[in-house]
């Protein structure tokens, strides 16, 4: 069955999802990857904390210290989230990821304030509540499994994906896919119509919409369909996508170029 996680991943680069999927190829435990671990735990526990925030801002003027107390709580906590992935080297990351989320949750306490202010406290933390969080999904009619960070239930279902890496000016492409996705499966399970959802980016605190169009829809089944031959087949040449950038940041870089 395939993952719809990898779906992103061979967006990105084939080769990437043959190395580790296939080749079981696990990257080296360096510096850029421990702090990129560190950085993403913490930014997306933040964002799962979206509601409790919201009812300690609307009693409280002082927004910025809540959010710095909840920043330091999650920290504490972050061993206990990353549980056995979490080794102790990884402490060392700590005061630079803390610095860098400290900008950054300026602007989700300027997003939750004018929430409240715009909507209401009981509109505010109805749009920020999910439905579920980390909901398993699989369908073996799709082929398809996968683990969506949030449903929300306004209309209809929205998935929401949390991001916390580079921001593109729109949406990535492998993240439109990931998510619709998500939206396939969630039709699936309940039968009925999933028509848009949100890729969270929580570098800039934005919720940037996606719709669910059909050319998008059969792109998904298109990239599922790759994927399975490509996981059966052998293994891609090195640079498919024609982009030397992606292979310079790549956590694969020197185990793929030795293969
Ligand atoms: S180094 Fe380049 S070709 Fe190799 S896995 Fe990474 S992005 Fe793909």
Excluded at 135 to 155: F, P, Q, T
Aim: glycine fraction near 6%.
């Amino acid at each position: 069955m395939i993952s719809v996680s990898d779906l992103s991943g061979f967006i990105y680069c084939p080769r990437s999802v043959y190395l580790s999927r296939v080749l079981g190829v696990v990257p080296p435990g360096s510096d850029p990857q421990g702090r990129g671990m560190v950085g993403h735990a913490i930014r997306r526990e933040l964002s799962m904390r979206q509601a409790k925030l919201v009812r300690k801002i609307d009693s409280s003027e002082d927004v910025e210290t809540i959010l710095n107390s909840e920043l330091e709580a999650v920290i504490s906590d972050i061993p206990y989230i990353f549980s056995e992935r979490w080794v102790e080297g990884y402490s060392k990351f700590i005061p630079e990821v803390r610095s860098e989320v400290q900008s950054e949750i300026q602007l989700l306490g300027e997003e939750l304030s004018a929430l409240i202010s715009d909507l209401g406290f009981e509109r505010a933390l109805e749009r920020v509540t999910p439905w579920k969080t980390e909901y398993i999904l699989r369908s073996e009619a799709l082929n398809m499994k996968g683990r969506v960070d949030k449903v929300m239930r306004a209309d209809c279902f929205e998935p929401v994906e949390i991001k916390t890496g580079r921001v593109p000016d729109g949406v990535w492409d492998g993240d439109r896919v990931q998510l619709c996705a998500y939206a396939l499966l969630l039709e699936e399970r309940f039968k009925e119509g999933v028509s848009h959802g949100f890729v969270e980016y929580t570098r800039v605190q934005e919720r940037r919409p996606v719709v669910f169009t059909e050319k998008l829809r059969r792109q998904v089944i298109h990239a599922r369909d790759l994927l399975s031959e490509l996981l059966d087949g052998g293994l891609p040449d090195i640079c498919p996508h024609g982009q030397p950038r992606k292979c310079e940041s790549c956590n694969l870089v020197d185990e793929c170029y030795e293969v």
